[in-house]
């Protein structure tokens, strides 16, 4: 019985997977924001005005106060308010 060698690869193709790049909207958080400046989904919040989306804000000094239906989380100045495709709403630094 001859001994048999197995070349094992680190990467094995067959447990990889490709994510793909998806679409987002995305708005940069300032404190000066205008309405004409913002994305439609978006406005309502510096307008005043209610609309059905899923995203209530607040604005407390230069932060936002987001909630959102996974909690509520806090925008600074340059942090990143991300739309996906589906509508969710999260914010990211």
């Known amino acids: 019985m001859t001994a048999q ?8 193709p067959r447990f990889e997977y490709r994510r793909r790049p998806t679409r987002v909207e995305a708005l940069q ?7 004409h400046e913002v994305p439609y989904w ?7 005005r209610r609309l059905p989306t899923s995203i ?3 604005q407390v000094g230069s932060t936002l106060q987001v909630t ?14 991300v739309r ?10």
């Open 29 to 35: 958080w300032k404190p000066s924001l205008q309405e």
């Open 68 to 81: 959102t239906q996974s909690g509520t989380t806090v925008a600074r100045e340059g942090d990143w308010i």
């Open 42 to 48: 978006f406005a309502h919040i510096l307008g005043g």
């Open 84 to 93: 996906a495709r589906t509508g969710q709403v999260s914010v990211k630094d």
């Open 56 to 58: 209530d804000a607040t």
């Open 5 to 12: 060698r197995i070349a094992l690869s680190l990467s094995d």
